[in-house]
């Protein structure tokens, strides 16, 4: 079994920052994707960001400029927001796909293991 997990979410004002942490724990070797996605009440859960095993990153486009996605340790990773807007307002989770390494799916549902989410919330 694998469990992420997330710590860091909180409430800023636009225009803050806030950095959200991830630990994988499980039984799974090695290195595999790992990312963060996000949902609001109204819209389908979208990726935030993801990483491959040689720390390739992708940025969603709406966050490009404004994150950055760091790994911790083979399972564990951190993403940085800044310059939050109240559009960022949501639940984020953590997720790890174990069998995808070197090209990560930008689908939500491709994605095994999640975490409980941590939320996120910006005021104007």
């Known amino acids: 079994q694998v469990r992420p997990m997330e710590s860091g979410g909180g409430s800023v004002q636009s225009g803050g920052s806030l950095r959200l942490s991830c630990v994988i724990s499980?039984?799974?070797?090695?290195?595999?994707?790992m990312g963060w996605f996000r949902q609001s009440p109204d819209k389908e859960r979208e990726a935030v960001a993801w990483?491959?095993?040689?720390?390739?990153t992708t940025y969603a486009p709406f966050i490009q400029g404004r994150s950055t996605l760091s790994r911790d340790n083979d399972h564990a990773l951190s993403l940085n927001l800044t310059s939050l807007t109240p559009e960022d307002t949501a639940t984020y989770y953590c997720?790890?796909?174990?069998?995808?390494?070197?090209?990560?799916?930008?689908?939500?549902?491709?994605?095994?293991?999640w975490g409980q989410g941590t939320q996120v919330t910006v005021s104007s």
């Open positions: 990483m491959t095993v040689d720390d390739s």
């Open positions: 997720a790890a796909d174990v069998g995808r390494r070197t090209v990560c799916s930008p689908l939500w549902w491709a994605w095994g293991f």
């Open positions: 499980g039984n799974v070797e090695g290195r595999y994707c």
